[in-house]
């Protein structure tokens, strides 16, 4: 996975966090795995949003899960400094249900956040 081989997970416990949550087992869509990773008070901004605390975040990652299609995540980079960290990521495959407010179409969908 992208930046994931190369990211040094003992450099940072937040670090190793963020690639366990990116790994590939999260496809699974099974949930349970937010509540292991993620302390209840955690905050994500993600296309200048905040998305926290942990349930805020559920609901907005829960939906990823669920209408994209063969969802694959790609790591492009973490940067890390103390307790905070920016992730360059992609998400894709095809999107089947409805998100953002947009009906799915079946059609491969990708995108790039920060």
Known sequence: MGGIAACDD????NKATVAAF???DRN???FDWIDDLFAVDIVIRSAGKEV????????????LFQNIEDLKLEVHVIFADGDKLITR???????????????????PVSFTDM
């Open 52 to 63: 926290g605390p942990r349930d805020r975040f559920r609901a907005w990652v829960v939906p």
């Open 22 to 24: 990116w790994s590939d």
């Open 89 to 107: 990521w992609t998400c894709s495959g095809g999107f089947v249900g409805e998100m953002f407010g947009i009906k799915g179409t079946g059609q």
């Open 28 to 30: 699974k869509r099974k």
């Open 10 to 13: 003992a450099e940072t416990p």
